[in-house]
């Protein structure tokens, strides 16, 4: 699926093994897309000399209150790079 710039979207909550590109920190959390990068080889399985499809990455922000409830300043954003198979959802 392509999300659009200025969609809600979820981040997966799960867990794997090996070399994994998003951060713990970001997993079940919503943001909204900010921009569309393009189309680039997972580095998820690059890491360990395997063909790697091609994923869309896209950069999404996250308000830093809704990553950490206790953040000093809650409405500051956080941008993440973030491959499509890691979008859980559209969160509208």
């Given at each position: 699926m392509t999300y659009p710039v200025g969609?809600?979207?979820?981040?997966?909550?799960?867990s794997p093994?090996?070399?994994i590109r998003?951060?713990?920190?970001?997993r079940g959390k919503t943001g909204v897309v900010e921009r569309v990068l393009g189309p680039f080889k997972n580095p998820e399985q690059l890491a360990y000399m395997v063909p790697a499809p091609t994923r869309t990455l896209y950069r999404v922000r996250f308000e830093?209150?809704?990553?950490?409830?206790?953040a000093e300043a809650p409405q500051d954003?956080?941008?993440?790079?973030?491959?499509?198979?890691?979008?859980?959802?559209?969160?509208?």
């Open positions: 969609a809600r979207v979820q981040i997966k909550a799960m093994l090996g070399h998003t951060p713990h920190y970001l830093m209150g809704h990553i950490w409830p206790d954003t956080l941008d993440a790079e973030i491959y499509e198979h890691w979008i859980d959802q559209d969160a509208t």
